[in-house]
């Protein structure tokens, strides 16, 4: 499976451990974030990993900035791309079970290290329920 990932200056340590469980379990990771905690544009790194989604290039995205909120607006502007801000497993969870969301989204300011690790590892091992859910994810796209 291939991963796409990107942060902003709030995340460099967040991606690090991430790309670290990532790669422990063979998935190939692309990385569009930055590794300084300068001050940098969350767009520049959001854009990147929603174009590897909306094109295929990617399985699945991760972003994160500090709230996980201007990162997740900034991907979920490209078509086909559905992100999910979660800051418990449990949403990431649900964000996959019921969405069908393909990007994550992890607030850098508001979770842990180790719990941002666990939000990736539930979001990539739970798949789409469908059924009930097909319809609703299918009135998401803009047309």
């Known amino acids: 499976m291939k991963i796409s990932i ?3 200056h709030a995340g460099p340590e967040y991606k690090k451990a991430i790309v670290k469980m990532l790669e422990a379990k063979g998935y190939a990771v ?3 974030g930055t590794d300084s905690v300068d ?8 854009h990147p990993v929603a174009t590897d989604v909306e094109t295929g290039k990617a399985d699945f995205g991760i972003v994160i ?15 086909g791309v559905r992100a999910g801000l979660c800051w418990t ?12 969301a393909n ?23 739970t798949a789409f329920e469908g059924g009930r859910h097909q319809n609703r994810v299918n009135k ?3 047309q």
């Open 39 to 46: 001050s940098v544009d969350y767009p520049d790194f959001g």
């Open 65 to 79: 900035c500090g709230s996980g909120n201007g990162i997740a607006m900034t991907v979920n502007k490209h078509a």
């Open 103 to 125: 990007v994550v989204s992890i607030p850098a300011r508001f979770t842990s290290i180790e719990q941002a690790v666990e939000i990736v590892d539930t979001f990539l091992n």
């Open 140 to 142: 998401i796209a803009c």
């Open 30 to 32: 692309t990385n569009h």
């Open 89 to 100: 497993k449990e949403i990431a969870y649900l964000t996959r079970l019921h969405n069908d």
């Open 6 to 8: 990107g942060n902003d």
